[in-house]
Nanobody, 122 residues
Framework: QLQLVESGGGLVQPGGSLRLSCSASEFTLEYYTIGWFRQAPGKEREGVSC????????MYADSVKGRFTISRDNAKKMVYLQMNDLKPEDAGVYSC???????????????WGQGTQVTVSA
């Protein structure tokens, strides 16, 4: 069964950058859409970005368009989220998730990682 592990979170100043990584255990990662989600305290989980199984298509929440870039390397079983120009409102626990459907709805995903904390503060 697919298992996902996130890394790369941390503390960054506003305007800074982080790159999150999602490592997959399953050799069939190439069959899965991978999404990135975030949740801040007291807020609902938000779909940030997703990438199709082949990597040909990607989608972003309006709040991160132009600042975040999702990519994947199926040979390395890795998915990345490059986050630039970070804002305090980007803070939260970021999780990657795998599913067989494409989109930013959390209900589309069956397998979830544990999450990595992103803090944006001066």
């Amino acid at each position: 069964q697919l298992q996902l592990v996130e890394s790369g979170g941390g503390l960054v100043q506003p305007g800074g950058s982080l790159r999150l990584s999602c490592s997959a255990s399953e050799f069939t990662l190439e069959y899965y859409t991978i999404g990135w989600f975030r949740q801040a305290p007291g807020k609902e989980r938000e779909g940030v970005s997703c990438i199709s199984s082949s990597g040909d298509s990607s989608m972003y929440a309006d709040s991160v368009k132009g600042r975040f870039t999702i990519s994947r390397d199926n040979a390395k079983k890795m998915v990345y989220l490059q986050m630039n120009d970070l804002k305090p409102e980007d803070a939260g626990v970021y999780s990657c998730a795998g599913g067989l459907h494409y989109g930013l709805g959390h209900w589309l995903y069956d397998v979830w990682g544990q999450g990595t904390q992103v803090t944006v503060s001066a």
